[in-house]
């Protein structure tokens, strides 16, 4: 059960982060399309920083987690978090 759980919490993690690249996106782009928003951003080399700002949901899912005592999922979220950090190291290297 436990390593169910730990699938658990990353695709919650992976959901969590994907609706805060969203929200990110759409608050920082200006009312522009959200496909527009994430060409220019890749263009003008901020990606990696509007990926990392949509991590910031994964904080409040671990949290919750953390607060329920269902440590395993939220373990599964600090992983996705921490992909998500290494991802964006590497994204920005190149």
Do not use: C, H, P, W
């Amino acid at each position: 059960m436990n390593k169910k759980d730990i699938f658990i919490g990353m695709f919650v993690g992976l959901i969590a982060n994907a609706i805060g690249l969203i929200l990110a996106a759409t608050l920082l782009g200006n009312g522009d399309d959200f496909t527009y928003v994430i060409k220019a951003a890749a263009n003008e080399g901020f990606l990696g920083k509007l990926i990392s700002l949509g991590a910031i949901l994964n904080l409040i899912a671990f949290f919750i987690f953390i607060k329920k005592k269902q440590d395993y999922r939220a373990r599964g979220v600090l992983l996705i978090t921490v992909f998500i950090a290494v991802f964006t190291f590497v994204f920005k290297l190149f």
